[in-house]
């Protein structure tokens, strides 16, 4: 059964902090890729963070280097968000592929997850 699921998103102040998580069903989990995905409505998905299916290897966008941590252990995916400013405001959704290796576009995961709200206000 196919499964991910998000937690952690709510309201914090700008300057703070949030840690996401997914719980992901072993098949989605083992040797994927897998990432944070973020989107505002009217705006494009935007990728936050991806960890190949190894755990060796993160890739950030600009925006989101040097204040989030991606990792992964034990079937769920983390996203540590430090120094949160109102622009990360957005949907986060935990999505994965079904390669090792990670690709840039959304299109490429095949599996995503609900959701979960991150306001910073």
């Known amino acids: 059964h196919v499964q991910l699921v998000e937690s952690g998103g709510g309201l914090v102040q700008p300057g703070g902090s949030l840690r996401l998580s997914c719980a992901a069903s072993p098949e989605t989990y083992h040797n994927h890729c897998m990432g944070w995905f973020r989107q505002v409505p009217g705006k494009d998905t935007e990728g936050a963070a991806r960890i190949d299916g190894s755990g060796q290897y993160t890739f950030y966008t600009d925006s989101t280097k040097g204040r989030f941590t991606i990792s992964r252990a034990d079937n769920t995916l983390y996203l540590q968000m430090n120094d949160l400013r109102p622009e990360d405001s957005a949907m986060y959704y935990c999505?994965?592929?079904?390669?090792?290796?990670?690709?840039?576009?959304?299109?490429?995961?095949?599996?995503w997850g609900q959701g979960t709200q991150v306001t910073v206000s």
């Open positions: 999505a994965a592929m079904v390669t090792i290796g990670c690709s840039v576009s959304p299109e490429t995961f095949r599996w």
